[in-house]
């Protein structure tokens, strides 16, 4: 499998979103990577799949953010996302938020797992149990 751009979603900074300093709110930056993350599972194939037929969640567990230069009222960011995995049973997604003139504004990373609801226990496998829910782990992972 080779590399492809990741997928990306275009954000506009809205002026609600800025703190007292005049620039974007620490906090809004990880719901950029959130909308994301979001829309990357909605188009693999949607949370709405077998996983939630089955009783099963992706869940953050964890998340790192570096910033890099600040955002202000009007910015318009593109929020790439791409998932990666390894063994046990976590995964991890990470977001660049770019400016539109190719400033990199802030690099998030997340570790994920899948959560089974009822038992409220993280499932093995999150990658075979994504690919047997139906996602496209090409999509997923940026892979062609």
Request: hydrophobic content about 40%.
């Given at each position: 499998?080779?590399?492809?751009?990741?997928?990306?979603v275009?954000v506009?900074?809205r002026?609600?979103?800025?703190?007292?300093l005049g620039?974007?709110?620490?906090a809004?930056?990880h719901?950029y990577?959130?909308?994301?993350?979001?829309?990357?599972?909605e188009?693999?194939?949607?949370l709405?799949?077998?996983?939630r037929?089955?009783g099963?969640?992706?869940?953050?567990?964890e998340?790192h953010?570096?910033?890099?230069?600040?955002?202000?009222?009007?910015?318009?960011?593109d929020v790439?996302?791409r998932?990666?995995f390894?063994?046990?049973?976590v995964?991890?997604?990470?977001?660049?938020i770019?400016?539109?003139d190719?400033?990199v504004?802030?690099?998030i990373k997340?570790?994920?797992g899948?959560m089974?609801l009822?038992?409220?226990?993280?499932?093995?496998?999150?990658?075979?149990?994504i690919?047997?829910?139906?996602l496209?782990l090409?999509?997923?992972?940026?892979?062609?």
């Amino acid at each position: 499998m080779s590399e492809r751009d990741p997928f990306r979603v275009r954000v506009k900074v809205r002026h609600y979103e800025i703190d007292s300093l005049g620039h974007v709110n620490h906090a809004v930056y990880h719901q950029y990577g959130e909308i994301a993350r979001l829309e990357l599972f909605e188009v693999a194939g949607g949370l709405d799949s077998t996983l939630r037929a089955e009783g099963i969640a992706p869940v953050l567990l964890e998340s790192h953010i570096v910033y890099r230069r600040e955002l202000r009222a009007g910015d318009e960011v593109d929020v790439s996302c791409r998932a990666t995995f390894g063994d046990g049973k976590v995964f991890w997604m990470s977001n660049g938020i770019v400016k539109v003139d190719g400033t990199v504004a802030a690099e998030i990373k997340c570790t994920l797992g899948l959560m089974d609801l009822n038992r409220r226990k993280l499932v093995p496998a999150p990658r075979d149990r994504i690919a047997e829910a139906g996602l496209d782990l090409d999509v997923l992972c940026g892979t062609a």
